[in-house]
């Protein structure tokens, strides 16, 4: 439902629809007691799950590794003031399961940075929720 500002809050699928769309978008979570946030490639895996990898040796990896974090990535369009947020809330944890590897090396995301130690991480989607802009240009 459409509110009078223009936003709708979107529902996980939709959530979930949008977020397959995009390729990049930033993981929150705490460092040295400080919030903390990083643009990283992803992919979706079946199980609606945000996986993204990175190097093993990675401040990143240490740092949300069986921790609670947040994952968010949009879409925007300035000119007609509309778009998208999505937010995904889950436990981080770092793939050991060999055949899991194997799997995500074949269908998981590819990391934009050189990665030789590369490590897995998946982000259970515990709590999706998202919001829609629709465009109010020109509306007084």
């Avoid at 769309?21 to 919030?35: D, E, F, H, I, M």
């Avoid at 937010?87 to 194997?102: K, L």
Wanted: proline share 4%; charged share 25%; with cysteine.
């Amino acid at each position: 439902m459409l509110q009078d500002n223009g936003m709708r809050a979107l529902d996980r699928q939709e959530c979930l629809r949008l977020l397959a769309k995009v390729p990049v978008g930033r993981v929150v979570y705490t460092r040295q007691a400080l919030p903390a946030v990083l643009p990283v490639n992803f992919s979706l895996d079946a199980d609606s799950s945000v996986v993204l990898h990175t190097s093993a040796a990675s401040g990143l990896v240490h740092a949300i590794d069986g921790v609670v974090v947040s994952f968010e990535a949009d879409e925007f369009h300035a000119p007609t003031e509309s778009g998208w947020s999505v937010v995904v809330t889950g436990r981080a944890h770092v793939v050991t399961d060999p055949v899991e590897n194997e799997r995500l090396r074949r269908t998981g995301p590819r990391s934009w940075m050189r990665v030789g130690d590369g490590v897995f991480v998946r982000i259970e989607s515990e709590m999706v929720t998202g919001r829609e802009l629709a465009g109010t240009c020109g509306s007084d």
